[in-house]
T-cell receptor, first 113, second 118 residues
Framework: SQKIEQNSEALNIQEGKTATLTCNYT??????LQWYRQDPGRGPVFLLL?????KEKRKERLKVTFDTTLKQSLFHITASQPADSATYLC????????????FGTGTRLQVTL | GAVVSQHPSRVICKSGTSVKIECRSL??????MFWYRQFPKQSLMLMAT?????????EQGVEKDKFLINHASLTLSTLTVTSAHPEDSSFYIC??????????????FGPGTRLLVL
């Protein structure tokens, strides 16, 4: 069966460190993989999209890698700040249109001073 | 960036009543909008794809007669939960794709609507 797995345990890190979140998937062949941020009681906010032929994508303090052999994406936040505390969701599309997204359950990140 | 709004943000209703939730794309046109549902500590689950001017496409297990979707214009989709029951209490989130965006461009999500059925 198809699965998208994110670490359900909260990730606690100290301010200034790099946070690394993992997204593993099985029985998908995604053309695109996306990362979203979701704050409590709010809708997801788009962060980054990476295509299957891209190994890495960066945006300011964010970096995403996409390994289609390992079926894994890593999401890094460098120089983390308390304001980065939120739940981070990965989402896959294997229809080739980035339209029909399937979401992982998300990983809660808590950045402390 | 593109903005999607939802109304209401929160609604409490009695069991058996119907509730309508609106989703609007404020600064772009969206031929396709999506409706998701999210239970506490769970992932977003796609309920249906709303297509402007045509019938919505529902995901497996979602009752189309219970969750009525209307996409009457390029900027508005509505979800009506008919004869709501306590088990329908959830966080409903819509998203929209810019019609002019290329393939692979992302969806923009609304802020969500919290529904509580008593």
């Amino acid at each position: 069966s198809q699965k998208i797995e994110q670490n359900s345990e909260a990730l606690n890190i100290q301010e200034g460190k790099t946070a690394t979140l993992t997204c593993n998937y099985t029985n998908y062949s995604p053309a695109y993989l996306q990362w979203y941020r979701q704050d409590p009681g709010r809708g997801p906010v788009f962060l980054l999209l990476i295509r299957e032929n891209e190994k890495e994508k960066r945006k300011e303090r964010l970096k995403v890698t996409f390994d289609t052999t390992l079926k894994q994406s890593l999401f890094h936040i460098t120089a983390s700040q308390p304001a980065d505390s939120a739940t981070y969701l990965c989402a896959l599309d294997d229809t080739g249109t980035a339209s029909k997204l399937t979401f992982g359950t998300g990983t809660r990140l808590q950045v402390t001073l | 960036g593109a903005v999607v709004s939802q109304h209401p943000s929160r609604v409490i209703c009695k069991s058996g009543t119907s509730v309508k939730i609106e989703c609007r794309s404020l600064d772009f046109q969206a031929t396709t909008m999506f409706w998701y549902r999210q239970f506490p500590k769970q992932s977003l689950m796609l309920m249906a794809t709303s297509n402007e001017g045509s019938k919505a496409t529902y995901e497996q297990g979602v009752e189309k007669d219970k969750f009525l979707i209307n996409h009457a214009s390029l900027t508005l989709s509505t979800l009506t939960v008919t004869s709501a029951h306590p088990e329908d209490s959830s966080f409903y989130i819509c998203s929209a794709r810019d019609s002019l965006a290329g393939v692979g461009e992302t969806q923009y999500f609304g802020p969500g609507t919290r529904l509580l059925v008593l």
